[in-house]
């Protein structure tokens, strides 16, 4: 009986053979194994990594520096959030407490005009410049109020016991009248120039000064007034 004799792979099948599983053991040993140094430098460009896939855990600790980070996109910090607040509160005080203190500036008018020099609560204290004769050019100050119950008291005029009422008007303040250059700044702080007026429900307590001159500052008559509102 003929024996049947079996083929030997040739040595190019062989070699195919192990070139195949040597391909395919290779990738998976790859897999396994590659790490960072198997990674060129750049070669993970940001269309390589899936959205949300970089987590809190895996950054490094004090990794993202200041210069990474979207300021604007922060908010405030609890200490810098109190010291914001008491800044605020510090500069409302002050704000206040400047609010109380007021001043015409220096007004200038001519014979014959009425011109508003200062207004505080019901208060309105207004100049007055005049001719009143024999060439004498006259600067004065007057106070009116909106309030019933008011009281004021200055050198020219004085309402107490809350007998200050609308409809009346009151002189306060250094009246200057002269035919020369004059001016009655030199008064001020002295008995002449101060003057005081308290509102009615208590509100507004005005203590200021008021001072004129005559044919000074390039005008026949010129006023600057100033107060405290103490209320």
Do not use: H
Not at 83 to 112: I, Y
Not at 214 to 224: M, P, S
Request: hydrophobic letters at 40%; one cysteine or more; aromatic letters at 10%.
């Amino acid at each position: 009986m003929p024996k049947i004799r079996a083929n030997k792979p040739s040595p190019s099948l062989v070699i195919s053979i192990l070139a195949l599983f040597v391909a395919l053991g290779g990738s998976a040993y790859a897999a396994s194994k590659v790490d960072t140094k198997d990674i060129k430098n750049k070669a993970i460009t940001t269309a390589k990594i899936k959205k949300n896939a970089i987590t809190t855990a895996k950054i490094k600790n004090e990794a993202v520096t200041g210069a990474k980070i979207k300021e604007a996109s922060l908010g405030a910090v609890p200490n810098a959030t109190n010291s914001v607040n008491a800044t605020n509160a510090v500069n409302a005080e002050n704000a206040k407490n400047f609010g109380r203190f007021f001043a015409s500036g220096l007004k200038k008018a001519s014979v014959g005009q009425t011109i508003p020099l200062l207004s505080v609560g019901p208060f309105t204290i207004t100049g007055k410049c005049a001719d009143i004769g024999g060439g004498l050019t006259q600067a004065t100050q007057w106070i009116t109020t909106s309030q019933v119950g008011s009281s004021m008291y200055s050198n020219g005029d004085s309402y107490y016991e809350a007998n200050f009422n609308p409809g009346t008007q009151a002189e306060i303040g250094y009246e200057t009248y002269n035919n020369n250059p004059y001016i009655g700044w030199e008064n001020a702080g002295n008995y002449y120039t101060g003057f005081q007026a308290a509102s009615g429900d208590g509100a507004t307590l005005l203590e200021g000064e008021a001072v004129s001159g005559v044919l000074v500052y390039g005008a026949q008559c010129v006023f600057w007034v100033s107060a405290m509102n103490a209320g």
